[in-house]
């Protein structure tokens, strides 16, 4: 009842929905990014909403399974193998014990999913099996995964059978250039209105820095409205006093350098922010990868909370087909 | 600390369709935060459904909400009752801390190492950090800076950035508050338990990682142990020490004391000296040098 890593891939954790409730004292969510690739994988597999599966970056793992089995891979779009023959993807696929999934070369997209029936077995810490490996908790060990790991599997699969597949329309596609909804507001005040113009007609590039704490950009510089600083703030513009932030906002230290929080955010410090990715478009960022572009498209809360609905009733309409 | 700082209009604003930022005033004082930590208090004693977290934070605070159980606008509404009810400043209010001595190495060498290479991203690439925060706040040298750094307690007003993260903010009057900007833009790297200082607030690093705050010494013992190996957190059931409302007193040690401190932590038996205490913000706004006189000598004896 385990999968053998032989190969982990680049950067491959095990995530769930993520660990709420303790945002106060520092916890982000953690969980996986791109929550509708995790949650229909989960749903193909036949698994309760909430089981852990794998999700990796840019480079699939190899893995092999010691038991009969069902998984699914899902997100990015990429060629997965077992014992070398192609599989489909958004779609169940039954493993034999002693049989090897393997990847080929990252399409589009950046994050693929594995999900497996049953789901992955690692302890609860703080009511996830989350990895936060940015201090090392959760998880497998509170890492990501090493060659030679040995993952244990739940044994409450429901009995599923092979076959079971995401509608082809339903299936994301990953343009190089995603647009996200932004809710502009928080410190927005702070940058003039030709600059927060400028942060939405700009077509940013994600630079090397971007993992699941969040993503750095760059395209164009903007500027901060001149003011005197409120006490508390510090004296650089792009300073405010420290407070919450939320996961999904923006924040542009030095202007030149946006900054969009993910699941693994810093839940809190002292630069300014300009406004909120919706919740749901965090999926899409996930699938970005370094050289990709981005477009914030702005939205108000009405129109963030129709994107939410829009995107929550189609992975709920797609649950209850595969329920 | 006026009266007007505590009495300025309150922005109520939408983090995305999940969060809730409501910032009390755009600039730290206690009776600010004091206000921003009853209303917090009342939200969560109110159990509103769709209500997912609480974060008090400086002068603000941010509630995560469940949108599909209780929307964002209704969301404000409560929070704009419990601010009418509240009150501008809970004259009764208590917070229930612990006094706790934290040794602390300021001017240490693995924060020096780690400054040095990320000049670039500095106000003042030619100096130091603490050089540099010496000669905005107007001191004559960096030494009477580091004694003002050390010479009075902090309050913790907010936690986060990661899991254990105290936000720190003396308890003197406003004219003898530090005040130093973040770094230009953030660095890549900061050594685990460095001691930053970021506008008016210290901080202590529990891992190492990004930051953008003033690198301006080193804590020898952890804050964070996600194992929880040693007392401290093992007894409480917590992989954070440190809580809202906690006093901290920041206490100067040499490098001999640094390593001792370390050898007990290697030995897994470290442990904080602390009290308990009851904080109250009237009290210590009357008199700020009085009480954190009593609170030390509830400490130390």
Known sequence: ?323 | MTATEAETETRYDHGGDEFVYVELSAAMSLPVHFRSLAITRRLGEEAIPGVEEICPSNASYMVRVDPDRLHPRDLVRELQRIEDEVGSLSDGLTVASRIVDVPIMLNDPWTHEVLMKFRDRHQDPTGTDLDYGARINGYASTEDFIDALAASPYLVTMMGFVPGLPWCFQLVPRERQVEVPKYVRPRTETPERAFGFGGAFAVIYPVKGAGGYQLFGSAPAPIFDGEQRLPDFAENDSVVFFQHGDVINYRRVDREEYDDVRAQVDAGTWRYSYQELEFSPSRFLADPDGTNAAMKEVLYG
């Open chain 1, 1 to 323: 009842m385990t999968i053998r890593v032989q190969d982990p891939g680049l950067e491959t954790t095990v995530q769930d929905t993520g660990r709420l409730g303790y945002y106060s004292i520092g916890f982000p969510p953690s969980g996986a990014l791109d929550s509708f690739a995790y949650h229909v994988g989960n749903a193909l597999v036949g698994n309760e909403p909430g089981a852990a599966a794998l999700e990796a970056v840019y480079l699939g793992p190899t893995l092999e399974f010691t038991v009969d089995t069902v998984v699914a891979v899902t997100g990015a779009d990429i060629p997965a193998f077992v014992d070398g023959e192609e599989i489909p993807t958004w779609e169940s696929v039954a493993v034999s014990s002693g049989s090897v999934l393997s990847f080929g070369q990252l399409r589009a997209g950046a994050r693929p999913y594995v999900a497996v029936a049953g789901g992955i077995d690692v302890p609860l810490y703080y009511g996830s099996r989350s990895t936060y490996t940015l201090v090392g908790i959760g998880g497998f060990q509170g890492r990501a995964l090493r060659a030679g790991d040995e993952l244990a599997l739940g044994s409450d699969a429901r009995d599923v059978k092979a076959g079971r597949r995401l509608e082809s329309g339903d299936v994301p596609v990953h343009p190089s250039t995603a647009e996200v909804h932004l809710l502009v507001g928080l410190h927005s005040y702070r940058l003039t209105d030709d600059s927060l113009a400028r942060f939405t007609d700009t077509e940013w590039k994600v630079t090397p820095d971007a993992n699941r704490v969040g993503y750095r950009f760059r395209g164009a510089e903007l500027e901060f409205v001149p003011r005197e600083q409120p006490f508390g703030a510090g004296s650089d513009p792009a300073n405010v006093t420290d407070c919450g932030y939320p996961v999904g906002s923006v924040q542009v230290p030095g202007g030149v350098e946006p900054i969009v929080l993910l699941q693994d955010a810093v839940t809190g410090g002292g630069y300014a922010t300009l406004g909120t990715v919706v919740s749901v478009d965090r999926d899409r960022l996930a699938q970005t990868k370094t050289g990709d572009r981005t477009r914030f498209v702005p939205v108000d809360l009405d129109g963030a909370l129709e994107v939410r609905r829009d995107r929550l009733g189609a992975l709920d309409r797609i649950r209850s087909a595969l329920a």
